[in-house]
């Protein structure tokens, strides 16, 4: 890293007044203290694990909905248990609580995320052209296929599918990666399960997924937090034999 030093310097203006030349007093410069280098605290492996462990922990926990727990007890907890000392919980004990919390988390972020989906199909069933089925599911057909060819629950399909949240967060996307993806139809979730066998093969729709007909009260990946709606556009591009 290069370090800029700055000085600035105060230069005196002389003047004649009549015959004779008085001059100001010459200001010494001003020097800025130099910028300190920035000290790395990873000074050995020992460190550099032991910062490594923290933050594969910490992505852990955010990836589990559990970002917002106290980590002055999460770091007394993990020095009891290394230093040998008594622990007031016995493994299972910490099991149960864990999973008793993060139900409870998954839960309130769900309810949240199903009024803000019920709200958004609401509105979304109004726009012209987009179907809403009995069971919530919404399609809106962006290209008809040529082919009458329709997929069974038991067949396997090759898609080009882009997944988003309401809010048009990408989770998922084989257009961007550019490779089309194969599945049994009756291996995705609920809401792909019902719109596919619907569609003829070169056709693509856009899906409206409610949380019910996608992944309910159970958060998926980093992404998809529990109660999500979903938006697909999904391409059939063949149904594989």
Not at 79 to 106: R, S
Not at 124 to 146: F, I, M, S, W
Not at 206 to 215: G, H, N, R, T, V
Request: with cysteine.
């Amino acid at each position: 890293m290069n370090i800029r030093f700055a000085a600035s310097i105060v230069l005196c203006a002389s003047f004649g007044i009549a015959t004779a030349q008085t001059k100001k007093p010459t200001t010494k410069p001003s020097v800025k203290p130099k910028p300190t280098t920035p000290v790395n605290p990873l000074k050995n492996l020992k460190d550099s694990t032991s910062y490594a462990l923290g933050v594969s922990i910490g992505h852990s926990l955010q990836s589990q909905n559990l970002s917002e727990i106290n980590t002055q007890f999460l770091l007394k907890g993990i020095n009891e248990v290394l230093q040998h000392k008594k622990v007031n919980l016995t493994e299972e004990q910490a099991g149960n609580i864990i999973n008793n919390f993060i139900q409870k988390e998954n839960l309130k972020k769900s309810e949240a995320n199903k009024v803000a989906g019920k709200k958004f199909l609401e509105a979304n069933g109004k726009r012209q052209g987009v179907t809403t089925l009995p069971d919530g599911l919404q399609y809106e057909v962006l290209k008809a296929g040529t082919d009458t060819t329709k997929p069974k629950l038991t067949d396997k399909v090759k898609c080009h599918y882009h997944g988003t949240l309401i809010d048009g967060t990408v989770f998922d996307s084989s257009v961007d990666r550019g490779e089309p993806a194969t599945f049994p139809v009756n291996g995705v979730i609920k809401g792909w399960q019902e719109a596919l066998p619907m569609m003829t093969v070169g056709s693509k729709w856009k899906l409206f997924i409610p949380s019910s007909l996608a992944y309910g009260d159970n958060p998926a990946g980093p992404k998809i937090g529990p109660g999500s709606t979903l938006v697909f556009e999904v391409e059939l591009l063949s149904i594989e034999k």
